[in-house]
């Protein structure tokens, strides 16, 4: 299983939009997704995607201003943030294989972290 690469990274001014994007491997019937990971603290959920790209989920991190979606026919999943803000600071993790066990939201064994793209806003 290959890694996913994450872009879209950067230093961007609050406010304005920002959209990542994940090449991989995927397309097996498997769930992709991201995870944001915010300077001293934990790792969490952003949005999850299904193969086809009917079905998203969204964690409370997600407050209503990301967006997931696929293009299929160039390997990739997005995350489009809407009027970024300081608290999106983070890096910024792109998974393959996702589950979840109720609310929580959690990466397979099998599943393939990205290296992660950092993200960065300025006020």
């Known amino acids: 299983q290959l890694q996913p690469v994450e872009s879209g990274g950067g230093l961007v001014q609050a406010g304005t939009s920002l959209k990542l994007s994940c090449v991989g491997d995927?397309?097996?019937?498997?769930?992709q997704g991201w995870f944001r990971q915010a300077p001293g603290k934990t790792r969490e959920f952003i949005a999850a995607i299904d193969e086809s790209g009917t079905a998203t989920y969204y964690g409370a991190a997600a407050e209503g201003r990301f967006t997931i979606s696929r293009d299929n026919a160039k390997n990739t999943v997005y995350l489009e943030v809407n009027k970024v803000e300081p608290e999106d600071t983070g890096v910024h993790y792109c998974?393959?294989?996702?589950?979840?066990?109720?609310?929580?939201?959690?990466?397979?064994?099998?599943?393939?972290w990205g290296q992660g793209t950092q993200v960065t806003v300025s006020s």
């Open positions: 995927f397309f097996r019937g498997y769930i």
């Open positions: 998974a393959d294989d996702l589950n979840r066990s109720g609310k929580v939201w959690f990466v397979n064994a099998g599943g393939a």
